[in-house]
């Protein structure tokens, strides 16, 4: 079984700060990792993934991940968040194990950007 | 891009009623995902599909069918509709190869039970 975990329901910051989003992960095999991003009445937003190779992972909109293998932790990361960034934000772990490539969501941390 | 299209963005049905929710999509993509979405629970599959007319059950299936009679359409049914069935609906989609595939999500459709 994989679970995902986002121990923050919200996490608040100004604008112009650097930002961090936590996700920690369980997973029986080597994992398959993604952020999304769900703006209010919409779908979830593809961010990014960590697949294989470097840790540290780059994706749209400035955002970043990090992959920590021994602390099975997938934390995202902004150097300087913006107020537009403010939006629900989720986890998903997949594995090789999984046949149809699926994935399970974590609960989703809101992220709220004051100016 | 990726266009996944839900026929409805908002739904209002009454209990007992059997309810449809379209899905399509247009990137020849084999695997179609079913998800509710409620708050502080995140997202729960309830089917999903890698191939014309195949299924399999997520986390929560019951009270729920779905139907893929062509690849790029993926139908959700609420055989008798019930006020727990309140939800936001998200229909996703995704290539089958080698893991690591991003999935990409439709608009959802939000959906009442009175």
């Known amino acids: 079984a994989q679970s995902v975990a986002q121990p923050e329901d919200q996490v608040n910051v100004a604008e112009g700060n650097p930002l961090t989003v936590k996700c920690t992960y369980s997973v029986s095999g080597n994992p398959y990792l993604f952020w999304y991003v769900q703006y209010p009445n919409r779908g979830l937003q593809f961010l990014l993934k960590y697949i294989t190779g470097d840790n540290l992972v780059k994706g749209s909109y400035g955002f970043e991940a990090e992959f920590n293998k021994s602390q099975t932790s997938f934390h995202l990361k902004k150097p300087s968040a913006l107020v537009s960034d403010s939006a629900l934000y989720f986890c998903?772990?997949?594995?090789?194990?999984?046949?149809?490539?699926?994935?399970?969501f974590g609960g989703g941390t809101r992220l709220m950007v004051k100016p | 891009d990726v266009k996944v299209t839900q026929s409805s963005r908002y739904l209002v049905k009454r209990t007992g009623e059997k309810v449809f929710l379209e899905c399509v999509q247009d990137m020849d993509h084999e695997n179609m995902f079913w998800y509710r979405q409620d708050p502080g629970l995140g997202l729960r599959l309830i089917y999903f599909s890698y191939d014309v007319k195949m299924k399999e059950k997520g986390d929560i299936p019951e009270g729920y069918s779905v139907s893929r009679e062509k690849k790029e359409r993926f139908s959700l049914i609420l055989e008798s509709a019930s006020t727990n069935q309140t939800s936001m609906y998200l229909c996703?989609?995704?290539?089958?190869?080698?893991?690591?595939?991003?999935?990409?999500f439709g608009d959802g459709t939000r959906l009442s039970i009175l």
């Open positions: 996703a989609s995704s290539f089958l190869r080698q893991g690591g595939q991003p999935q990409h």
């Open positions: 998903a772990v997949g594995s090789g194990n999984n046949a149809g490539n699926m994935l399970t």
